[in-house]
């Protein structure tokens, strides 16, 4: 049986439950307190550390643990949440979501995947910095044609040109960014050869996806969350969904697709040919998504450029 272990972050603290004795601790969620946890778990041979996404709390838990060489995984919580919620746990405290964490990382094995390195994680903050201040942008360009007072159309101007100049600043930095990698030069070139796939796109498929090309047509699409499942009971059959995966990938796979559908022929005829079959527009939309980036994993596969059928 695998030693696995659980831990709940906050902003302070880390809760965490050993399955295999039932030990609960806590330390604190700081560089000594993560130096005892690394040092205790080691001597306890602990096989896999499980810990949920937390928008960001858990980085330093994770970087301290993967580089003390033991096992981490990073879990839905909703998946963790709806587990506890089979098995009648109700209650929630971060004690008790230490054990349900540990127990579902038992129960589902989830798949080992190798973190994203310094520069990875550096340029995946960059390109989230950016997407930020484009929605802020966009917020204040709706405030302005709202607007009716001449001072507040003036101050919602002067807070424009900042973020403008702002995003120019973010574009520079994620450009020089690329440049330090030969690798990444390469792959952003690759990338950007399909009609549709700007350079933020690639920029994005770097930073949040660097297994792409190292797997399958199938395994890629579930990662994005670009998968379709369906709901099926007997002789009764529901719609299909597209869900889970990584958010920010699949936002800025659906950007591209829509400039795809438009100047990319082989992405426009596909598209068309379902909507002429009888899907619906936002149907066909997702499944030329999902062909894209079945695209993009084969380019970066082969390391060929596109090349129009």
Request: positive net charge; proline residues 3%; aromatic residues 4%.
């Amino acid at each position: 049986m695998e030693n696995v272990v659980g831990i709940d972050v906050s902003k302070d603290r880390l809760d965490v439950h050993v399955l295999a004795s039932g030990e609960s601790f806590v330390v604190a969620n700081d560089h000594d307190g993560l130096d005892g946890l690394c040092a205790r778990l080691l001597k306890d041979g602990a096989d896999i550390v499980a810990l949920e996404a937390t928008g960001g709390y858990e980085m330093l838990c994770v970087a301290a643990l993967s580089g003390a060489g033991l096992v981490v995984v990073v879990v839905n919580p909703a998946q963790v949440r709806a587990y506890a919620h089979a098995l009648g746990r109700r209650a929630k405290t971060d004690p008790i979501d230490a054990a349900v964490i540990a127990r579902f990382a038992a129960a589902t094995k989830p798949q080992i995947r190798p973190l994203r390195d310094a520069e990875s994680q550096a340029l995946s903050a960059l390109v989230s910095r950016r997407r930020q201040i484009v929605s802020m942008i966009t917020a204040e360009e709706q405030r302005l044609r709202m607007a009716l007072a001449k001072e507040t159309q003036k101050s919602i101007r002067r807070l424009l040109s900042a973020l403008r100049r702002e995003l120019d600043s973010l574009n520079g930095e994620i450009d020089v960014h690329i440049r330090k990698s030969p690798l990444w030069r390469v792959r952003e070139t690759l990338l950007t050869s399909v009609p549709g796939v700007g350079r933020i796109t690639a920029c994005t498929l770097l930073a949040e996806m660097p297994e792409l090309g190292s797997l399958d047509r199938r395994q890629i699409a579930a990662l994005a969350g670009l998968a379709p499942w369906t709901r099926q009971s007997g002789q009764w059959r529901g719609r299909s969904f597209i869900g889970g995966g990584r958010a920010v990938v699949r936002t800025a796979l659906f950007m591209a697709a829509l400039v795809a559908c438009r100047h990319n022929p082989a992405l426009k005829a596909f598209r068309n040919r379902l909507v002429e079959a009888g899907k619906t527009k936002m149907a066909a939309t997702v499944a030329a998504m999902r062909k894209l980036l079945t695209i993009l994993n084969a380019i970066i596969r082969d390391n060929k450029t596109w090349q129009n059928a």
